[in-house]
């Protein structure tokens, strides 16, 4: 069990690594207009109602590859409990896209896709690869 554990902290790191990854590159393919302040929610609340679909699937993307990833490494660790592992990965995912949504307005189809994507790309995660990980 507590190897476990262990397995779903190394994924959540590897999926928050790969989160800030995703963001770092969408900030180069979208960069804020001139002048933009990100100091407070109000001025994220702006960003985010004026910016580019293509913006707004980057981030979505992200949100989904940090669970697949997260969910592959944790079920790679894990040994007897590789597919809870990886969802639960995907369950962390979740709560930190709803506490974001919630914090900050989103758009309605990318908070459901926020919310319905994770936890189907952690469980994904454990169908790639061998059906058991090296001793």
């Known amino acids: 069990m507590l190897r476990t554990i262990l397995a ?3 994924g959540l790191m590897v999926a928050v690594l ?3 990854a995703s963001e770092y590159i969408s900030m180069s393919l979208f960069p804020p207009p001139p002048g933009t302040s990100l100091d407070t929610e109000a001025d994220l ?3 985010i109602a004026s910016a580019p679909t293509g913006k707004l699937l980057w981030v979505l993307f992200g949100w989904a590859l940090a669970a697949f990833v997260g969910g ?4 790679r660790i894990s040994r007897r409990h590789r597919v809870a592992a990886a969802i639960s990965v995907g ?3 979740v709560a930190g896209v709803a506490l974001n949504v919630s914090m900050l307005p989103h ?3 990318m908070t459901v896709a926020g919310i319905a994507l ?3 790309a952690a469980w994904l995660a454990t169908r ?3 059906s058991q990980p090296p001793a």
């Open 72 to 75: 592959w490494v944790a079920s």
């Open 107 to 109: 758009p309605l189809w």
């Open 18 to 20: 790969t989160m800030l």
């Open 45 to 47: 609340a702006r960003l």
């Open 91 to 93: 369950v962390f995912i």
């Open 118 to 120: 994770p936890i189907p």
């Open 8 to 10: 779903v902290l190394a």
């Open 128 to 130: 790639i690869g061998p």
